[in-house]
T-cell receptor
Framework: GAVVSQHPSWVICKSGTSVKIECRSLDFQATTMFWYRQFPKQSLMLMATSNEGSKATYEQGVEKDKFLINHASLTLSTLTVTSAHPEDSSFYIC???????????FGSGTRLTVV | GIQVEQSPPDLILQEGANSTLRCNFSDSVNNLQWFHQNPWGQLINLFYIPSGTKQNGRLSATTVATERYSLLYISSSQTTDSGVYFCAVVIYNQGGKLIFGQGTELSVKP
């Protein structure tokens, strides 16, 4: 099955700093990467969709200059939360699209706490 | 856009009991998925089920696409079944992104 590595698992940062989250597909190539955000007791909300080598498409209400997505290779995508504020504290989940199968794969998530 | 609604929002079961979770969607879909999110946040793909019935061990799912709903059955529940169950529809003309329901939080007590 598809193996996804996401790290860090959790991070605490000071307000105003930036945090980078990495997502790797270890045994398949992902031309498409989805990034989700999940607040406590809520569902997953799609933030953006990125395709390898092109700019990400952001969902309405998601600031593209705040949440920088890089998808430079078929096995690695990064999400950088710039100038983080406490309201950015959330659980961030990557989902590389594995087109070999009908299922979807997910990273183990990154719990971000901004203090 | 497509709306995805799940019920019940919360469910508490005694170990060994059976349960049925429901997912309604507002428009025709080509693909519906069920996921389990464990207490540590990891999402696991349970079923890809655009129509018909599938079974995997104690879990089975049925989708009636013409009536726009899907059901997830859990039989002989175990404490390890606890977590949140999400259904999601796939939007193929938008890169295959998923629209998630709000989830059903299941707690199985020993």
């Amino acid at each position: 099955g598809a193996v996804v590595s996401q790290h860090p698992s959790w991070v605490i940062c000071k307000s105003g700093t930036s945090v980078k989250i990495e997502c790797r597909s270890l045994d398949f190539q992902a031309t498409t990467m989805f990034w989700y955000r999940q607040f406590p007791k809520q569902s997953l909300m799609l933030m953006a969709t990125s395709n390898e080598g092109s700019k990400a498409t952001y969902e309405q209400g998601v600031e593209k200059d705040k949440f920088l997505i890089n998808h430079a290779s078929l096995t690695l995508s990064t999400l950088t939360v710039t100038s983080a504020h406490p309201e950015d504290s959330s659980f961030y989940i990557c989902s590389p699209r594995d087109t070999r199968e009908n299922g979807y794969t997910f990273g183990s998530g990154t719990r971000l706490t901004v203090v | 856009g497509i709306q995805v609604e799940q019920s019940p929002p919360d469910l508490i079961l005694q170990e060994g009991a059976n349960s049925t979770l429901r997912c309604n969607f507002s428009d025709s879909v080509n693909n519906l998925q069920w996921f389990h999110q464990n207490p540590w946040g990891q999402l696991i793909n349970l079923f890809y089920i655009p129509s018909g019935t599938k079974q995997n061990g104690r879990l089975s799912a049925t989708t009636v696409a013409t009536e726009r709903y899907s059901l997830l059955y859990i039989s002989s529940s175990q404490t390890t079944d606890s977590g949140v169950y999400f259904c999601a529809v796939v939007i193929y003309n938008q890169g295959g992104k998923l629209i998630f329901g709000q989830g059903t939080e299941l707690s199985v007590k020993p």
